[in-house]
């Protein structure tokens, strides 16, 4: 849709400065935004696609849908906003879902339907690659994941031997939008760095590495150009140009991992701060100035997001989706078509602790702290004055636990949290935020655009000289507070006791839940 910007006294000098767009392509769908240089969105659009799931684990989407998408909001942008403003998109930048694979041919064409990043069978591979110990295992948390890059390239070679041996190149989703967008082969250190085993610091890939995984043909099969975050892969196809009414001048620069392309949008980019992304799941992101010894994180990743700065991030799999687990299995109504209204006054009228009731949120089990696939969800102490009221108000506790748990690991490993950002959906909950900043003990911002990942993008595409001429520039003037919800630290020490409990909790029944 087209958004009327709503400052009218500008609007005349509004449509006289550049634009930047955004490409933000997650699991279910794409955004596109363009923004101005205050951040201000003057277009938005969204467009979803399908999922398939052709066997047990498996999780693939057809490319080309991603491509269809794209191009019909490219053509609702431009009845939007005409070609004239369309010419002063200055850039472009994408952020995709990371370690969403497959092969192509030397045109781009896909080979076959892509591996989603929670596909899961590169299991195997996975396990291989994680035996071998090797030390470059110790820049993304000291193991690999099957979501992963290098697994899933692995399971073609040993699975789809005959796709593997004719494929020009195994991609991620990112690299073949940007093809499609400019026609250069790139790929992003912030991919390549999370997802690849690639290391800035000892000069990129590691050859033995690779050979001792049985991958020594990677240079052959991955896109070895590597861009930072910012840099120009190239300029927009002309006939995309001529289409869609595009600058020929208009440059494709380099994004990365959507939820790490979201601290451009939160302005997250010093050390202290703390981006969480609350949605189904829960992604906790932040840069440190200095390699950190921690366990219980995906990292430290080296110049991932920004040149000289450690991306620590931490994740809880089960969020905001225990809710809507809840609400569906609780058979919760909806009221006056709001699914959520029954449940936002709980928190007010059930006491802290929930009357005893403690419940842990490893329903999919542990991302961080634990790294405990095998953890279960448990409701504990339950007795007959407990209602569903009661089971509601300690899931929001328990995931608001997790959180905490995490900030915890994070400072007692000598990194200091002093301030959250949030966006995602569960910052639209007053109650439940309130809950989490008591929990934690910490403010938490947030800002007037909740859509992080497309304003980053536009963030991104602003900064470098082109509008702005740095990254925290860019955000400084393009991210604006909406709001700041700040703990009350009485409250804060309430919930201790009840916080060493869901630890407490975990570590005794740990061994039993892997019988």
Not at 13 to 18: D, G, I, N, V, W
Not at 49 to 67: C, I, R, S, V, Y
Not at 167 to 187: H, R
Not at 330 to 349: Q, T, W
């Amino acid at each position: 849709m087209f958004l009327k910007h709503r400052q009218s006294t500008n609007f005349r000098r509004l449509f006289m400065e550049a634009y930047f767009m955004g490409i933000d392509t997650g699991t279910q769908g794409v955004r596109v935004a363009v923004s101005n240089k205050e951040g201000v969105l003057l277009f938005e659009e969204e467009k979803k696609w399908e999922t398939l799931f052709p066997k047990k684990g498996w999780a693939e989407q057809n490319p080309l849908d991603w491509w269809d998408a794209i191009s019909g909001i490219f053509e609702d942008a431009l009845a939007g906003l005409g070609r004239e403003q369309m010419k002063k998109i200055r850039a472009v930048c994408v952020c995709a879902t990371s370690s969403t694979v497959f092969p192509v041919d030397r045109d781009g064409r896909p080979l076959r339907n892509a591996m989603m990043w929670m596909d899961a069978r590169s299991r195997k591979e996975m396990d291989a690659i994680n035996e071998t110990k090797h030390p470059v295992l110790d820049y993304c948390g000291k193991e690999t994941s099957f979501e992963w890059m290098i697994p899933k390239a692995l399971w073609l070679k040993h699975h789809e031997p005959e796709i593997y041996g004719s494929c020009y190149k195994i991609v991620e989703q990112l690299d073949w939008i940007n093809y499609q967008l400019c026609g250069e082969w790139s790929s992003s250190i912030c991919n390549t760095t999370c997802k690849w085993n690639y290391v800035a610091s000892l000069g990129g890939y590691q050859r033995d590495f690779f050979e001792q995984i049985g991958f020594e043909d990677y240079e052959e099969k991955l896109v070895m150009r590597v861009d930072k975050i910012g840099d120009t892969v190239g300029s927009i196809r002309l006939e995309l140009a001529e289409k869609y009414g595009f600058s020929e001048e208009m440059e494709v620069v380099q994004g990365g991992i959507d939820a790490h392309m979201a601290m451009f949008g939160l302005d997250v980019l010093r050390p202290g701060k703390l981006g969480i992304i609350m949605g189904t799941s829960f992604v906790h992101l932040c840069l440190s100035d200095k390699k950190p010894d921690m366990p219980g994180i995906w990292g430290p990743y080296d110049s991932a997001v920004l040149d000289g700065m450690w991306l620590l991030e931490g994740g809880q799999i089960s969020a905001s989706g225990l809710v809507n687990w809840f609400r569906k299995n609780f058979h919760i109504p909806e009221e006056n078509g709001n699914p959520y209204a029954k449940l936002l006054d709980i928190p007010e009228r059930i006491p802290i602790g929930a009357d005893g009731l403690t419940v842990l949120d490893f329903f999919q089990g542990n991302r961080t702290p634990y790294k405990d696939a095998g953890a279960k969800g448990v409701i504990f102490g339950l007795n007959i004055r407990h209602t569903w009221e009661h089971i509601y108000r300690a899931v929001l506790e328990a995931v608001s636990y997790g959180t905490y748990n995490i900030i915890c690991n994070y400072e007692k490993y000598g990194y200091m949290v002093d301030m959250i950002t949030a966006c995602g959906g569960v910052t639209k909950d007053g109650q439940w935020m309130q809950m989490i900043s008591d929990i934690t003990g910490k403010p938490i911002t947030v800002n007037r655009n909740s859509q992080a990942g497309a304003l980053g993008c536009c963030v991104v595409s602003a900064a470098q000289g082109r509008g702005y001429e740095s990254f925290q520039e860019a955000a400084a003037h393009m991210v604006v507070p909406k709001k700041v919800i700040y703990p009350d630290m009485e409250k804060h020490r309430d919930y201790g006791p009840y916080f060493q409990k869901y630890l407490d909790l975990y570590r005794n029944l740990k061994d039993f839940m892997h019988q």
